[in-house]
């Protein structure tokens, strides 16, 4: 109904700092996931502190202890009722901003212009190394009118040598064509994590994600990636958002009746929406492989056609032509111009706080 | 009205303002502004910085003065709302206020300070953990966390470790006497006072070789107890007014400018010279330049640089703007103020100071 590109930070009127989450979003309010909240409007035990802007925030992170999250999220819940969209396209829930609580939106296109206005001089060794980047990336031909910073390189909350850089990319085909730049593009401060790094980093940092890989697929799945990498010894990411004339769906052309938790297989007939949030592959010869929470109305005449993710790590799993498992929420589309097709959906802000957080995945085979 | 000094407001139009003074007219909180955008105005003549997603330029009133003039000027033309005219002064003064429905927010140094002493150890990163053992250190002095604040780029989250300063806030002119006193006899593994060399970088910056003698400069400095280094990290300590203890009142008293002068006297009474503006009472005051000898009564300043500069019994000596004070109750008598803003962009600049002066001087 209404694009609002992803990625963007907002500041809201009850001081809490969100970013949005997707690119095309229901009318009146901005989905977003919240990644500061006031301490004194709710405490959040289990979750991390940081000071900013005078206050101390707690840090919604989705990865917190499942029990800490679902107690967090229901005091958010009911204190900020308002910041919830039960949504009636997909009977699923949205952390969302209402337009009439936006206090401030940090444009990200806009702050790299102004960043790249600052004489070299004036710029700290971690805002150079941005403006390094930057230039960096564009020899990939994509002009940086299309690109953005954000969360703190943007705010300017950075902590050198530990702050990740966030570029934002607009456009899907200039997200693919960095990404694709980056396969064979050579800079000196340029590391891409090797397989021996990858390894390691699997064995140090187990995730819910990453239980379903065995050390070998995680290392393959993520070398070929280049959405994340170190660039003068600093993390950057880069997050491809769609213009508003190229959003993947529009928000109520489509029903969405959950169906319950399945693992399907597939072969991947296209994978260019795969880079943005919600990014998904559409995928042909679609099976149900499992069904995870006993569904009783799989209809097998209708073909399952997508995977769906809301979450980064699955986000360029996979290309055309390959073959994908995937679990999540089993969804039943009904277009309103179109017929009927299954999709799965991996990553909806609910499966954070149930069992659907181990169980969903998405890999090539 | 009173508004608390070295509090933090960023404006609708992008601003980032220091609340400058404790006093404030009643329709505006005069202020300093410190990051202004510069998409209606700026100069490569100031220095930049990239602060909330804008290119800003950093206002520092040592700069080129040819520059800084223009872009005052400028600054004036754009943003007429934010230029204070003050109907107690006579005299072409230039003050910088926040109209009230300019203001986006509030930065309160003592609730930062309060929000960030609550946080878990865990989660702060080095330069909160040093502000967080610096303000562990001065609560020894008997002050209470309550009379305490953080301001500037650790109360706004745009500090960078190793090379931010940390900037104290102590509310009431008694606690911050208090905390000098304490500051005077304490020691800490972490403290260092400024040196000689640290104290001629400073004196470098604000090109005073005219006016002090080095060795005069760091004796007048080296008293002070408002700067040093803890954890490395360089602290400045302000003292600002409690509502009650403001030492003069907006609108009780008229300004006339009279001219440039330099007097001398003896500093009868400096208690309110640890905050700004601020004010040594003298006695036995003697022009001898710019104007006919009067009885000045006060040497006032705008610029920190003379916070706790003379004590009682020692002799002052200062180059500044004579004025008549006219109080609305009691007898009118004469001032020096040095530091108004104008003066930067003036003559002035270079010629006013506050020193101490040795008797044979």
Not at chain 2, 79 to 84: A, D, F, Q
Not at chain 2, 87 to 96: A, K, S, Y
Not at chain 2, 210 to 231: H, V
Request: aromatic share 14%.
């Amino acid at each position: 109904m209404a694009h609002f590109y992803e990625s963007t930070l907002i500041d809201t009127t009850d001081g809490f700092q969100c970013k949005s989450y997707a690119n095309e979003h229901p009318q009146g309010c901005v989905i977003v996931k919240p990644k500061y909240v006031p301490k004194e409007a709710i405490a959040g035990e289990g979750l991390k502190y940081r000071f900013l802007f005078e206050k101390c925030l707690v840090r919604f992170n989705l990865f917190a202890k499942k029990e800490d999250l679902n107690n967090y999220v229901s005091q958010f819940r009911k204190k900020f009722p308002d910041y919830i969209y039960d949504c009636p396209l997909t009977n699923n829930w949205f952390f969302v901003v209402p337009k009439n609580k936006i206090k401030a939106v940090h444009d990200c296109r806009k702050g790299l212009r102004e960043l790249l206005n600052v004489p070299e001089k004036d710029l700290d060794p971690y805002l150079r190394l941005v403006r390094e980047l930057v230039d960096f990336l564009a020899k990939s031909g994509v002009d940086s009118k299309n690109l953005g910073i954000t969360h703190s390189t943007l705010l300017g909350n950075y902590t050198p040598g530990k702050s990740d850089i966030d570029i934002v990319i607009y456009g899907k085909a200039n997200g693919w064509k960095i990404l694709d730049y980056l396969k064979n593009a050579n800079h000196s401060k340029l590391h891409w994590k090797t397989d021996g790094e990858w390894a390691e980093y699997y064995k140090e940092h187990k995730t819910s994600e990453s239980l379903h890989f065995t050390e070998q697929e995680y290392v393959r799945h993520m070398s070929r990636k280049r959405y994340e990498g170190m660039f003068g010894g600093t993390v950057f990411t880069l997050f491809t958002v769609e213009e508003p004339n190229e959003t993947w769906f529009k928000w109520g052309e489509e029903k969405y009746e959950p169906v319950g938790t399945a693992t399907i297989n597939g072969t991947v007939s296209s994978h260019y929406n795969s880079h943005v949030r919600p990014g998904f592959y559409e995928i042909e010869n679609g099976s149900l492989l499992k069904n995870e929470s006993g569904i009783k109305k799989f209809d097998g005449k209708i073909p399952i056609k997508r995977v769906v993710t809301y979450s980064i790590p699955f986000v360029q799993q996979a290309i055309q032509g390959e073959k994908i498992k995937a679990c999540g929420l089993l969804e039943l589309v009904t277009p309103k111009k179109a017929k009927p097709y299954y999709r799965i959906v991996i990553g909806y802000f609910d499966a954070y706080l149930n069992d659907r957080r181990e169980k969903e995945f998405l890999k090539v085979v | 009205m009173h508004f608390y000094e070295s509090s933090i407001i960023t404006t609708i139009d992008g601003l980032h303002c220091q609340v400058y003074g404790n006093e404030h007219p009643v329709n505006g909180i005069l202020v300093k502004p410190k990051y202004i955008p510069t998409e209606k105005l700026h100069s490569d003549a100031l220095p930049y910085r990239f602060i909330s997603g804008r290119r800003m330029n950093r206002l520092n009133f040592w700069a080129d003065k040819k520059y800084l003039k223009k872009y005052i000027e400028e600054f004036k033309a754009e943003y007429p709302e934010y230029i204070y005219k003050s109907t107690v002064h006579q005299g072409n003064r230039l003050f910088f206020s926040v109209p009230i429905n300019k203001i986006e927010r509030i930065y309160f140094p003592k609730k930062g300070l309060s929000e960030l002493m609550g946080m878990p150890a865990n989660s702060l990163d080095e330069h909160l953990k040093t502000v967080h053992e610096f303000v562990n250190f001065l609560l020894g002095s008997g002050l209470k966390l309550n009379d305490f604040g953080v301001t500037y780029s650790t109360l706004m989250g745009h500090y960078l470790s190793n090379r931010s300063d940390i900037n104290i806030v102590v509310y009431g002119k008694n606690n911050f006497w208090k905390l000098m006193d304490f500051l005077k006899k304490s020691s800490h593994p972490l403290l260092r006072w400024k040196n000689d060399e640290d104290w001629m970088q400073f004196y470098s910056g604000r090109n005073r070789f005219a006016i002090f003698t080095k060795e005069q400069f760091l004796k007048n400095m080296d008293r002070k107890k408002s700067e040093g280094f803890f954890n490395n990290t360089l602290f400045i300590i302000f003292g600002v007014e409690n509502e009650g203890e403001v030492w003069f009142k907006w609108n009780e008293e008229m300004y006339k400018e009279l001219s440039l002068v330099t007097v001398q006297g003896t500093v009868a009474d400096n208690f309110n010279s640890v905050v700004r503006p601020g004010c040594y009472e003298i006695k036995g005051s003697k022009i001898t330049d710019g104007h006919e000898d009067v009885p000045v009564k006060k040497i006032v300043f705008y610029s920190r640089d003379y916070c706790m500069l003379a004590y009682n019994g020692e002799h002052i000596e200062a180059c500044g703007l004579l004025e008549l004070v006219t109080p609305k109750t009691g007898e009118s008598y004469y001032r020096v103020v040095v530091g108004y803003f104008d003066a930067y962009i003036s003559d002035r600049r270079e010629k006013e100071y506050a020193r101490v002066v040795n008797d044979d001087q």
